[in-house]
Nanobody
Framework: QVQLVESGGGLVQAGGSLRLSCAASGRTAKMYAVGWFRQDPGKEREFVAAISWGGDYTRYADSVKGRFTISRDHVKNTVYLQMNNLKPEDTAVYFC??????????????WGQGTQVTVSS
């Protein structure tokens, strides 16, 4: 079992930055790849970024490439999503998820509760 808790969401103006954190706990948490997804009400959950369990492989959605950076700290068992140059269309609830492999579909085994990110124009 892996438990995930997101934090760091909030309200920010367009062009601003936020850093989301995903704290993982559980006996095997360090062995899982972690992905970030986002979802607006009435829309499907959308892939944002993911990182391998070793941290040596990352993948990003085209819409966030060059603006978002995913990283992980194995000592703290935490995965971060640094979001720069935020745009109003980035507004959504952001979820982190864990699974054995990186995929871009929302089929991960474990999910956090989500954190709201709102970008004002």
């Amino acid at each position: 079992q892996v438990q995930l808790v997101e934090s760091g969401g909030g309200l920010v103006q367009a062009g601003g930055s936020l850093r989301l954190s995903c704290a993982a706990s559980g006996r095997t948490a360090k062995m899982y790849a972690v992905g970030w997804f986002r979802q607006d009400p009435g829309k499907e959950r959308e892939f944002v970024a993911a990182i391998s369990w070793g941290g040596d492989y990352t993948r990003y959605a085209d819409s966030v490439k060059g603006r978002f950076t995913i990283s992980r700290d194995h000592v703290k068992n935490t995965v971060y999503l640094q979001m720069n140059n935020l745009k109003p269309e980035d507004t959504a609830v952001y979820f982190c998820a864990a699974d054995r492999v990186i995929v871009t579909t929302p089929t991960y085994d474990y999910w956090g509760q989500g954190t709201q990110v709102t970008v004002s124009s």
